[in-house]
Every structure is written in structure tokens, then in C-alpha cells.
């Protein structure tokens, strides 16, 4: 048995929590991981011009029904993302009527932007609510250590929305690690036992994964999109723009025609100018991906595709990696004189 002070925290038999990845769904694939004894977490979707607010209550709802321990969620704070306050705010209507929810929905994550406004917020209409942010880098990192309540060090290989620095997991944990008190939690390219093992040894509290609940049996995502997963390599992904930072996915047709990252400063012009139509025409490519067309949108997918060959249950991820960091921490002491 691995118990770190994560699980204490989020009230979780295992250190592993499933990240976030809208703006597709992930309601089964949370219920899923949630059952498991990992945290599920709700993403932050807005497919097929559904109000995000109104689909962030009918997908709490939806987990709530479907599993019995806790569940965090997922929202995005970029500069772009107007609708960040409204769903914080639902959120904390939901738990303050719902006696059940506010033992069960344990944790927001925010990402993707500014963590001061969300835990400003957060602090003054519900102390209770965990609040986790992702760090890229050291310097967000710190700036998340004075505001929340744990962080997400977030790797370069990992999959999805990246940052412009390219810091990678094995550097960034442990100087977030050495320099912040926050529980820390490893995510970017873990996939495995190893990963597992080796985050704690970094002296992380636990990890967060995409790319590996992706490929599960549970997992909502199109079957092309997992096969996809697994049919890939490690050197399958590139890192192109995305509508807010640059973003890590598969090689296919969308991505080798999308730009490739350019500089912070001129992705926020570029990001200025965005017309709403513009923005909704690049969604449309996520639904058009959703549903099955693996050639003409953005398959987002880490590295740790080169490390995923098959499509077990959720269950089998979780006691599989449990049990394969469990042996290794035991085993290691072989190397102690
Ligand atoms: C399909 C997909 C969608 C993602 N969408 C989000 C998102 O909406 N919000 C977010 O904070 N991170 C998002 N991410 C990043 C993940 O939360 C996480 O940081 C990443 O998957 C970790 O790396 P791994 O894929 O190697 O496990 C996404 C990742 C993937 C693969």
C-alpha cells in the first residue's frame, strides 16, 4: 500500500489523480477513476456550442451519480477564457446547496492562466474547496505556492496545453520540490509503476496523468483516437500553437498544417486579434475529433504514448502501476550500502 499525504488530503486510497482533458468529456473516465480509489476529475468542455456553466453542473451531476467517493474538477483561467468565472461561481452554488457535494467535490484545479484570481475567489466563498493550479515552471510554480493549496508540476512531455518554456518533468519537480511547501504533485510522461516511483523519490505527493487513462476501456474518448494512442512512439508528438499557448499532439494532418510554436509575445498579438468566429471555427475542429476524425483536428496526446500498448479498465491502470511502484520502492534499498 502507497499512502502519501495526498491521499489524506483528497480523502483517496492512491496517490494518482487523472487530469484534466477538455474540452472533451471525461465524466465516465472520472466516475471511472473515482471508483478505482484515484481522484477523477470533470474537464472543462465546450463542444458543440453548449453552455460551458450549464455543462460544468450537468457533468457534476453526472459524476456524482455515477461513483461514490470524491472528484475534483477542472477550469481553465487563460486570458480567453471568459466563461472561468461564471463556472467557479456554479461550482460553489453547487456545493454550498448540496451537503453531498461539498464532502465529494473535493478539488479545483485551474490551469492555464492566472491563479490569483481563481484562489482570490476561491478563499473568500468556499476555504473549504481544495484548491490545486499547474505550474509549467519554477517561477509559476512559486507564484502558486503563496496562493493555493498544492501544485501540479507539469512537464514539457506531457500532453495537451504546454508551455513556451519546455521545462521537463524530471527537472521541474525537483526544484519545485526544493523551493515551494505546497504538496507537490508530478504530472507530464507518466504512464507506469516507474513513473510512480520515481515522482515520489522526487518527493512529489502523487502524479497526474492523461495520456494513460485516455487509452482505457472507460474513457469517452472516440476508439480511433485511443487506437491512435496506442499505435504512436514516443517521437509521434509535436508541440504546435494552440488557441491559447502552444499544445503537444499527435502527428497527423491538423497538426503538420498548424503552426509551429512561435514566441510568447507574438502569440499574444495573434491571441488579441482572435475573432470569436475564429475561435469557434478551431473548436469545431476538437468536436470533429471527438467524434472519431483523427486526421483533421488536434489528437492531444503526451509523449508516454510510446510507453502505452494496450486498453485495460481503469481499475487495471491503477492497482497495475500501484503494484509496480510498490515493488520497485521496496526493491530499492538493494542499491543502499
Ligand atoms: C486530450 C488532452 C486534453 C487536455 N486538456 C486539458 C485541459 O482542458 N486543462 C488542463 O489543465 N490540462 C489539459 N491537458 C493536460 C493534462 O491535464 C495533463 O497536464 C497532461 O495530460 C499530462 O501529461 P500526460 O498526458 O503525459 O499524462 C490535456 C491533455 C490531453 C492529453
Redesign the pocket.
Known amino acids: 500500500m502507497i499512502k502519501t499525504p495526498l491521499c489524506e488530503m483528497l480523502g483517496i486510497k492512491h496517490p494518482i489523480i487523472q ?6 468529456y471525461t465524466t465516465k473516465l472520472a466516475a471511472a477513476v473515482t471508483k478505482a480509489g484515484a481522484l477523477g476529475i470533470i ?2 468542455t465546450n463542444l458543440f456550442g453548449v453552455d460551458p456553466v450549464k455543462d460544468m453542473e450537468k457533468n457534476i451531476l453526472e459524476v456524482k451519480e455515477n461513483c461514490d467517493g470524491p472528484f475534483g474538477v ?1 477550469v ?1 483561467v487563460a486570458r480567453i477564457q471568459v466563461d472561468a468565472p461564471a463556472i467557479l461561481e456554479k461550482i460553489v452554488e453547487l456545493r454550498a446547496k448540496d451537503p453531498e457535494l461539498k464532502e465529494r467535490l473535493k478539488l479545483v ?1 485551474t ?2 492562466g492566472n491563479p490569483e484570481p481563481p484562489a482570490k475567489f476561491l478563499k473568500q466563498k468556499d476555504p473549504d474547496l481544495i484548491h490545486f493550479h ?1 505550474a509549467p515552471t519554477l517561477y509559476h510554480a512559486m507564484k502558486v505556492d503563496k496562493l493555493c493549496d498544492g501544485i ?1 508540476a ?1 512537464g514539457y ?5 504546454q508551455s513556451y518554456e519546455g521545462v521537463t518533468t524530471m527537472v521541474l519537480i525537483p526544484e519545485v520540490v526544493n523551493n515551494c511547501s505546497k504538496p507537490v504533485v508530478a ?5 507506469d509503476g516507474k513513473g510512480l516511483a520515481a515522482a515520489l523519490a522526487m518527493g512529489a505527493v502523487g502524479v ?5 487513462f ?1 487509452a482505457t476501456k472507460e474513457c469517452e ?1 472516440h476508439p480511433a483516437y485511443k487506437d491512435f494512442v496506442v499505435r504512436s512512439q514516443d517521437r509521434d508528438t509535436v508541440v504546435t500553437t494552440g488557441a491559447f499557448g502552444p499544445i ?1 499532439l499527435l502527428k497527423n494532418k491538423y497538426a503538420m498544417e498548424h503552426p509551429r510554436v512561435m514566441t510568447k509575445e507574438e502569440m499574444m498579438a495573434k491571441e488579441a486579434q482572435l475573432t470569436p468566429q475564429e475561435i469557434a471555427e478551431d473548436m469545431k475542429k476538437y468536436e470533429l475529433v471527438y467524434k472519431g476524425d483523427i486526421d483533421n483536428g488536434p489528437v ?5 504514448c510510446g510507453n502505452i500498448k494496450n486498453i485495460p479498465t481503469v481499475k487495471e491502470v491503477i492497482e497495475g502501476i500501484v503494484k509496480e511502484a510498490e515493488s520497485i520502492l521496496k526493491g530499492l534499498h538493494k542499491y543502499v550500502a
Open positions: 487530469a484534466p482533458m477538455g474540452p472533451f474537464s472543462h477542472n481553465r484545479i490551469s492555464a499547474v501540479i507539469t512531455e506531457g500532453g495537451g496545453h504530472c507530464g510522461g507518466i504512464s497526474q496523468m492523461g495520456t494513460r485516455i474518448f503537444r492531444l496526446c503526451g509523449q508516454s
